[in-house]
């Protein structure tokens, strides 16, 4: 009985052992790349000046360096969620590899990166915003239009995230009825 419940496992694994290892690549490579990202992008002040001046209508250059500070304190607590999602998947990922594809510690772990990925989404929002308006703070009222925004992109990730919540509860709940089955033969 064993080998009847390996073999179909041991295919799979080899189906999909190349995507997952590229798969880890990604997840760790992505959030090294944007870490190194977000310091470029916030250590060169004139860019920072340029894209919000082009992006809001809005001068920042009088902007302190606390300002700066702050926003880049901002985007690494965002960050610590997107390494959260990354380590979750690389978990998930390392079980499939070992063989567990169809395990409840599988699915708890996917469940999680779903979640990580689903709070980084929708706090990513109001970050944006918020951003704008911690560097211009130093501005009159008056001056600011910023109303906030949305990317096109948000909705897909949103979906995406969902999505791998939705799969994280199928793969449990097919886990359990495996478990389930494996006790009664």
């Given at each position: 009985m064993t080998d009847e419940i390996t073999t179909p496992h041991a295919a799979l694994r080899g189906r999909i052992g190349w995507l997952c290892r590229v798969?880890?690549?990604l997840v760790v490579g992505w959030p090294i790349w944007i870490l190194y990202?977000?310091?470029?992008?916030?250590g060169d002040r004139a860019f920072v000046v340029k894209k919000i001046r082009e992006m809001f209508d809005i001068d920042v250059s009088g902007a302190a360096q606390f300002q700066i500070t702050e926003t880049v304190s901002?985007?690494?607590v965002l960050w610590?969620?997107?390494?959260?999602?990354?380590?979750?998947?690389w978990r998930v990922l390392s079980l499939y590899l070992r063989g567990d594809i169809f395990s409840i510690d599988a699915a708890l772990w996917l469940r999680?990166?779903?979640l990580f990925g689903?709070?980084?989404t929708i706090a990513d929002l109001p970050s944006r915003s918020l951003i704008v308006l911690i560097m211009a703070?130093?501005?009159p009222e008056s001056a600011m239009?910023?109303?906030?925004?949305?990317?096109?992109?948000?909705p897909l990730h949103l979906m995406i995230a969902l999505i791998v919540i939705a799969f994280a509860h199928i793969q449990k709940s097919a886990a359990e009825i495996a478990a389930d089955h494996a006790q009664i033969v």
């Open positions: 798969l880890q690549a990202i977000i310091f470029a992008y916030w901002m985007q690494l610590t969620v997107l390494a959260a999602m990354c380590f979750s998947l999680r990166a779903g689903l709070v980084a703070q130093h501005l239009k910023h109303r906030g925004y949305i990317s096109s992109d948000d």
